[in-house]
């Protein structure tokens, strides 16, 4: 995937789950306090820090060999949900912030980087078909002009 293609996905995601875990700070912060705020802050930023990285590094790993980028998305995608697990549990009884809302952001934050990383790549005009420009459209194939 060229790195120009890359981008289209990191953008139409990131932005998007950031605005949501602005939203989550914003009510995090009202409904717990400033335990609340901490947990939707690290939840956030593990989330677009994760899936970023993951990104840039499927892009890295695809750049010269293409057919490998299913195998490698899955690779990647497996390790993100596997390292937010390692987090969660090292987390599980931490009294520095509140772990239902760090659980429930990095949730919120996870589904919707996942989805618009879904959608920026099925609207991407992003073309998986190239053609030679000198190709006759009467010829028949298997013979020769």
Known sequence: MPSHDARIPLRGAAIPTAAAGVVALAISTVLVGSKG?????????????????????????????????????????????????????????????????????????????????VRAGMKAKIYYVHTDSGDKKDSKPGRQP
């Open 37 to 117: 705020l901490i947990g939707a802050l690290l939840a956030t930023a593990l989330v677009l820090a994760f899936f970023a990285s993951g990104q840039v590094a499927l892009d890295r790993m695809t750049r010269n060999n293409p057919q490998m980028l299913m195998a490698g998305a899955l690779l990647v995608y497996t390790t993100q949900i596997l390292l937010v697990g390692i987090v969660l549990a090292v987390f599980k009884h931490t009294t520095l912030f509140d772990t239902k809302v760090f659980g429930f952001t990095l949730l919120g934050c996870a589904l919707i980087w996942t989805g618009f990383q």
